[in-house]
């Protein structure tokens, strides 16, 4: 940020804060990105299209900052709780596309989903975060992940509506 670590004290209370800012950022273009998935013709389609432009992004030079931020919440368990509210936050967006696309009301998708959209949750930041140096083979990996990502998704609904 060009700036020294003293300055950002000024702005903001503690390391927690940064990083509540940082997710509350995150948070609001993830929603952005949801909310073109849901008025999309075909949800489920736009929303394999957009984890695959996410894999492709990768941390996009935030992997620094974000292996801080978890080492950090490693010790700081206000910082774990803000994290754990951007996860909880993306896995009820998946849930909420997934039910719109099997007719599940937004109450009762996530407890329908919840499991389903968590593991995608965690294979797209376990991509997206890897430290494995690209490769040739890096097009190889997203395609194997998309057709996971594709499978639990086909699983996630042909699951009983009463579950």
């Not at 013709?41 to 984890?51: E, M």
């Not at 620094?64 to 009820?92: D, F, H, N, S, Y």
């Not at 965690?122 to 490769?135: E, F, K, Y």
């Amino acid at each position: 940020a060009g700036m020294s670590a003293g300055n950002f004290y000024r702005y903001f209370p503690s390391k927690a804060a940064i990083v509540e800012a940082l997710i509350a950022r995150d948070l609001a273009e993830v929603e952005e990105h949801f909310r073109a998935i849901a008025a999309s013709p075909d949800p489920l389609a736009a929303l394999k299209a957009g984890l695959r432009e996410t894999l492709t992004e990768k941390c996009e030079g935030d992997d620094t900052l974000w292996a801080e931020i978890a080492a950090t919440a490693a010790r700081k368990p206000e910082v774990a709780a803000i994290l754990a509210t951007m996860e909880q936050g993306i896995t009820r967006r998946v849930s909420h596309v997934i039910g719109l696309v099997s007719g599940v009301p937004e109450a009762e998708a996530e407890r329908i989903y919840g499991t389903h959209s968590r593991l995608l949750f965690i294979i797209i930041h376990g991509v997206m975060c890897s430290r494995l140096p690209d490769t040739s083979r890096e097009g190889a990996l997203i395609d194997l992940v998309m057709r996971t990502i594709e499978h639990v998704i086909d699983d996630a609904l042909a699951e009983p509506k009463d579950h």
